[in-house]
C-alpha cells in the first residue's frame, strides 16, 4: 500500500496555464506538507496543513494556493505557471507537526 | 534566519569505507534532528533521529553524533555500498530547512 501518493507523477504544460498536484496519505497523519525541489536538489517547504488548518505559508508567489478539503488530502493549484515553476514537488505527511515526515515520490512540473 | 545546512554539497567515497556527512544548525534550542536519504527518482526517507538529550544514537550500520556545544551533527554510514548512493537531508523539526543536501557517491 502507498504511504503517500501524489498525482500526476509528470506534468507538462505551458505558460500561462493553470494546474493542479493531487495528494492522498493513508497513514492517519494529522499534517500534511508541500515541498519544492529545484534542478540543484535544493528542498524548500511551501506548506504545511494540520488538522486541514494551514500552519505553514512560506514566501510563495501567491500564484500558489493549497486546498485541504480533509486530514488525509492536500492538493496544490498554480495559476498563471511561468517558466521558474518548473520543479520536483513533493508532499509529505507526518504524525504530528515537524516530526518524521513521509514522502510522496514527487511529481515533475515542467513549464514550457 | 535560522537554518539547518549541510557542509559539502557532494562526497565520494569507495565501496567499503565508512562515510561521514555532517550538518550544522543554528537554533540552539533545536532539539529533534532527522536524517533522511534521497534516491535518485524518488522522495525523501526517513533514516535516523536523534533527540537533544542524546549525544549519539545507532542505527542499522548508520549512527549520528550530536554536538550540542558546537551545533553539529554528523551521519556516519559503516562499510558503505552502492545502495547508499543518494542525497542526504539533515533537518531539525524547529525548521523546515532541508536545503541542497549531500550527495554521497559510491565508488564500487
Known amino acids: 500500500d502507498t504511504a503517500v501518493s501524489q498525482t500526476p507523477k509528470y506534468l507538462v504544460t505551458q505558460m500561462g496555464n493553470d494546474k493542479s498536484i493531487k495528494c492522498e496519505q493513508n497513514?492517519?497523519?494529522?499534517?500534511m506538507y508541500w515541498y519544492k525541489q529545484d534542478s540543484k536538489k535544493f528542498l524548500k517547504i511551501m506548506f504545511s496543513?494540520?488538522?486541514?488548518?494551514?500552519?505553514i505559508n512560506e514566501t510563495v508567489p501567491n500564484r500558489f494556493s493549497p486546498k485541504s478539503p480533509d486530514k488525509a488530502h492536500l492538493n496544490l493549484h498554480i495559476n498563471s505557471l511561468e517558466l521558474g515553476d518548473s520543479a520536483v514537488y513533493f508532499c509529505?505527511?507526518?504524525?504530528?507537526?515537524?516530526?518524521?515526515?513521509?514522502f510522496g515520490p514527487g511529481t515533475r512540473l515542467t513549464v514550457t | 534566519g535560522e537554518s539547518v545546512g549541510l557542509h559539502l554539497p557532494t562526497l565520494s567515497v569507495q565501496e567499503g569505507d565508512n562515510s561521514i556527512i555532517n550538518c550544522a544548525y543554528s537554533?540552539?534550542?533545536?532539539?529533534?534532528f532527522i536524517w533522511y536519504k534521497q534516491e535518485s527518482g524518488k522522495g525523501p526517507q526517513f533514516i535516523i533521529d536523534i533527540r537533544s538529550n542524546m549525544d549519539k544514537r545507532q542505527g542499522q550500520r548508520v549512527t549520528v553524533l550530536l554536538n550540542k556545544t558546537v551545533k553539529h551533527l554528523s551521519l556516519q554510514i559503516a562499510a558503505t555500498q552502492p545502495g547508499d548512493s543518494a542525497v542526504y537531508f539533515c533537518?531539525?523539526?524547529?525548521?523546515?530547512?532541508f536545503g541542497t543536501g549531500t550527495s554521497l557517491t559510491v565508488i564500487p
Open positions: 497513514l492517519g497523519h494529522d499534517t
Open positions: 533537518a531539525s523539526k524547529d525548521e523546515f530547512y
Open positions: 509529505a505527511s507526518s504524525q504530528t507537526i515537524a516530526y518524521e515526515q513521509y
Open positions: 537554533n540552539s534550542a533545536s532539539d529533534y
Open positions: 496543513y494540520n488538522n486541514k488548518e494551514l500552519i
